[in-house]
């Protein structure tokens, strides 16, 4: 018995110190919102975050994914479903910092201990130009249909005028 005891409080160090390893990677946490009173454990709640993109100077996203409660979500092992939405703005003059690719990941995030990720993808609609960016989660086994698609048009800001996302674009 002692020894799964310590296995498990090892489990839960490793868990730890891997979420504190990649704190420089997460997004601003904007709010949350409890939806599930649990006793003695965390509530479930909806969490809002905010993310700049990395190459897209002047344009963020905020997404707001459900966070489990209870002694799973506490320890840190739960697997999260795969419900996400996305808002994505130009909040400042818009800078393309360098050449990208069509569905290129501009940000991924654990959401289950291994096999489910959300990724956010940025694209450009050259016709329109506008930036398009879809999120969505993936899972090692199977995978989920369930997505959201956010646009950014992108436009003057004062005197400077937009980029064209194209000329950006890989091939």
């Known amino acids: 018995m002692r020894f799964l005891t310590a296995i498990a409080v090892a489990l839960v160090l490793c868990v730890q110190g891997a979420g504190a390893s990649l704190a420089a990677d997460e997004p601003d946490l904007?709010?949350?919102?409890?939806?599930?009173?649990?006793?003695?454990?965390?509530?479930?709640k909806l969490a809002t975050y905010a993310i700049d993109d990395p190459v897209v100077e002047g344009v963020s996203c905020h997404f707001t994914v459900p966070e489990k409660g209870g002694v799973s979500g506490w320890?840190?092992?739960?697997?999260?479903?795969?419900?996400?939405?996305?808002?994505?703005?130009?909040?400042?003059?818009?800078?393309?910092?360098?050449?990208?690719?069509?569905?290129?990941?501009?940000?991924?995030?654990?959401?289950?201990?291994?096999?489910k990720k959300m990724r956010i993808v940025r694209g450009c609609d050259i016709k329109r130009n506008v930036l398009v960016y879809l999120v969505y989660s993936d899972k090692l086994i199977e995978g989920s249909p369930k997505n959201s698609t956010s646009t950014v048009p992108l436009m003057p800001w004062g005197d400077q005028a937009p980029p064209k996302c194209g000329d950006f674009l890989t091939d």
């Open 30 to 44: 904007i709010f949350k919102k409890s939806t599930v009173w649990k006793f003695l454990t965390p509530d479930h």
């Open 75 to 115: 320890l840190g092992v739960a697997e999260e479903v795969s419900d996400v939405s996305l808002a994505c703005r130009q909040v400042g003059p818009v800078t393309i910092k360098e050449e990208f690719e069509q569905g290129e990941e501009m940000f991924r995030q654990r959401r289950s201990f291994v096999f």
